[in-house]
C-alpha cells in the first residue's frame, strides 16, 4: 500500500497490464514489451520496483486481465509466464535477477504482481522482434521514465556506470556503481 501511495519515480513504475491492451481490449505483445523495458531499465539503473496491476495513479486494479488470458490463470503461471517473456527479451540471466511477489496492498484490494530489480552487475539489453528482424537497445531510468539510450549513449553509459575496479578485473566481474 506505502509503494502505490508513493506514487511513480526514478525507481518507482505502475503498469495497469502485462498483456492486456486496455485501449483496444485485445491481448497485445506491446504490452509485453513495455514491462520488459521498465525491467531492464531498473536493472540497468539504480534498481527500482514495477508493479503490474496498478494505474498510473497507483489504484490497485488487479490482474484478472491478463490472468484471463492464460490457459491456468494463477499466480504461479503468471510468475512462469513474466520468467519466460523476461528470457526471451532479456536473456535468462537477466529474466532471473528480479524478485516477483504477489500481494493485496489492502482489505478487498485485488492483488498486484510485484517485480522488485536490484541493479544488475553487468548491461542488461532488451532484444525485441522489428520489421522481419530484431533490435537491441540498452534502457534505463531517466526521472520517472525508462529511455532506450542511442549506440553512443550507450558505450558512454556502460563504460561509466559498470566501471572494472582492480578487484573485479582479476575476477573477471564488473561492479555496478
Not at 485485488?110 to 544488475?120: D, E, G, L, M, N
Amino acid at each position: 500500500a506505502a509503494l502505490l501511495r508513493a506514487r511513480e519515480s526514478d525507481r518507482v513504475e505502475f503498469k495497469e497490464t502485462a498483456r492486456w491492451n486496455v485501449r483496444e481490449s485485445r491481448k497485445d505483445a506491446r504490452m509485453e514489451i513495455a514491462v520488459a523495458k521498465s525491467v531492464a531499465a531498473f536493472l540497468n539503473s539504480r534498481g527500482g520496483t514495477l508493479v503490474i496491476g496498478a494505474d498510473d495513479t497507483g489504484a490497485a486494479i488487479g490482474l484478472e486481465r491478463d490472468m484471463a488470458t492464460m490457459r491456468t490463470p494463477d499466480h504461479d503461471r503468471f510468475e512462469l509466464w513474466l520468467r519466460d517473456m523476461l528470457s526471451t527479451a532479456l536473456g535468462r540471466n537477466a529474466a532471473a535477477q528480479p524478485r516477483i511477489v504477489f500481494a493485496s496492498p489492502g482489505d478487498g484490494t485485488p492483488t498486484v504482481c510485484v517485480v522488485v530489480c536490484r541493479p544488475a552487475p553487468r548491461p542488461v539489453y532488451l532484444t525485441q522482434p522489428k520489421d522481419g528482424g530484431s533490435i537491441t537497445d540498452l534502457w534505463v531510468r531517466v526521472g520517472n521514465s525508462s529511455r532506450a539510450l542511442g549506440v553512443d549513449e550507450a558505450v558512454e553509459y556502460v563504460a561509466r556506470h559498470w566501471r572494472p575496479s582492480p578487484s573485479t578485473l582479476v575476477l573477471g566481474r564488473p561492479s555496478a556503481r
